[in-house]
């Protein structure tokens, strides 16, 4: 029974995957094109980002932030501690369970391995397996809608993710359209991404001919990066848009990075020292 049931989770993460790759091809690949004529629209004048943002520059808890002295868990333990702790961005990377359902993760691979299952590679879990699961033997691993309630009991928090392309099926499993923030990879994803109905969009992207071309408000680099471009983040900035830096170790860099010629609207950190008080700073 146990071989068969490997053999089935198999063949369903093939046909996953092959499914996945003709919807892409299918759907989301002309998208920029129908943008830029108009024929899509969402596209914002400014940063979509509003009044949710809390200082300037904000921070975004990287990977769930920080639990326990553990990072890059993902887990409910570190977005509780997140939330509680005065962020009001949470990264959580996600990934697709061998039904079809989004669960906090960076890779399987890595996932496996710190959840007791190394010998299933990158192979995911069924969704019901997560319920026995521990990452690192103590950490609560996490679908999707499990986040739901937890996010409406923080209405000025925004769920930021970077690896869903599930557009449709990510709003279905997190129907909080004003708390979720995606990052994507091009103008073909991002308009997809505001045709789906997701509100806020960022593209990570090193091409500032796209950035114009396609009217991108919102866009994601590395700090390293934004420090070799001259004065064009500060111009993008003061023209209404937002940058996402990723990342730095501490929030307490911020200032530093800002100085090298890296400002941002919202920095990926690893931990917030400030907030360690329960009060945002």
């Given at each position: 029974?146990?071989?068969?049931?490997?053999?089935?989770?198999?063949?369903?993460?093939?046909?996953?995957?092959?499914?996945?790759?003709?919807?892409?091809?299918?759907?989301?690949?002309?998208?920029?094109?129908?943008?830029?004529?108009?024929?899509?629209?969402?596209?914002?004048?400014?940063?979509?980002?509003?009044?949710?943002?809390?200082?300037?520059?904000?921070?975004?808890?990287?990977?769930?932030?920080?639990?326990?002295?553990?990072?890059?868990?993902?887990?409910?333990?570190a977005i509780r501690a997140s939330l509680d702790s005065g962020w009001r961005f949470i990264e959580v990377d996600?990934?697709?369970?061998?039904?079809?359902?989004?669960?906090?993760?960076?890779?399987?691979?890595?996932?496996?391995?710190?959840?007791?299952?190394?010998?299933?590679?990158?192979?995911?879990?069924?969704?019901?397996?997560?319920?026995?699961?521990r990452i690192d033997g103590r950490f609560t691993p996490v679908l999707l809608s499990d986040l739901v309630e937890?996010?409406?009991?923080?209405?000025?928090?925004?769920?930021?993710?970077?690896?869903?392309?599930?557009?449709?099926s990510l709003l279905a499993e997190f129907p909080l359209p004003d708390q979720l923030l995606v990052e994507v990879?091009?103008?073909?994803?991002?308009?997809?991404?505001?045709?789906?109905?997701?509100?806020?969009?960022?593209?990570?992207?090193?091409?500032?001919?796209?950035?114009?071309?396609?009217?991108?408000?919102?866009?994601?680099?590395?700090?390293?990066?934004?420090?070799?471009?001259?004065?064009?983040?500060?111009?993008?900035?003061?023209?209404?848009?937002?940058?996402?830096?990723?990342?730095?170790?501490?929030?307490?860099?911020?200032?530093?990075?800002?100085?090298?010629?890296?400002?941002?609207?919202?920095?990926?950190?690893?931990?917030?020292?400030?907030?360690?008080?329960?009060?945002?700073?």
């Amino acid at each position: 029974m146990k071989v068969q049931k490997t053999k089935i989770a198999a063949a369903a993460l093939l046909a996953a995957l092959v499914l996945g790759t003709g919807v892409h091809l299918a759907t989301d690949w002309p998208m920029g094109f129908f943008g830029r004529m108009g024929w899509i629209e969402g596209n914002p004048e400014t940063c979509p980002l509003g009044s949710k943002l809390g200082r300037t520059p904000d921070f975004i808890a990287h990977a769930g932030g920080e639990a326990d002295g553990a990072r890059y868990t993902n887990s409910l333990e570190a977005i509780r501690a997140s939330l509680d702790s005065g962020w009001r961005f949470i990264e959580v990377d996600l990934r697709r369970t061998l039904d079809g359902r989004y669960f906090g993760a960076h890779k399987v691979k890595e996932f496996n391995a710190r959840t007791g299952r190394a010998s299933r590679w990158v192979l995911p879990p069924f969704a019901d397996d997560l319920r026995t699961l521990r990452i690192d033997g103590r950490f609560t691993p996490v679908l999707l809608s499990d986040l739901v309630e937890l996010f409406k009991a923080h209405p000025e928090a925004v769920l930021v993710t970077d690896k869903a392309r599930g557009y449709k099926s990510l709003l279905a499993e997190f129907p909080l359209p004003d708390q979720l923030l995606v990052e994507v990879s091009n103008a073909d994803e991002y308009y997809a991404a505001l045709a789906a109905g997701i509100r806020m969009v960022a593209v990570n992207t090193k091409d500032w001919n796209e950035v114009e071309r396609a009217g991108i408000r919102m866009m994601v680099a590395s700090p390293e990066w934004l420090s070799t471009q001259g004065d064009r983040p500060k111009r993008f900035l003061e023209s209404g848009g937002c940058i996402l830096a990723a990342s730095l170790s501490d929030c307490g860099e911020a200032g530093r990075a800002a100085e090298r010629g890296a400002p941002a609207t919202l920095y990926y950190c690893d931990r917030c020292a400030a907030f360690g008080s329960g009060e945002r700073p």
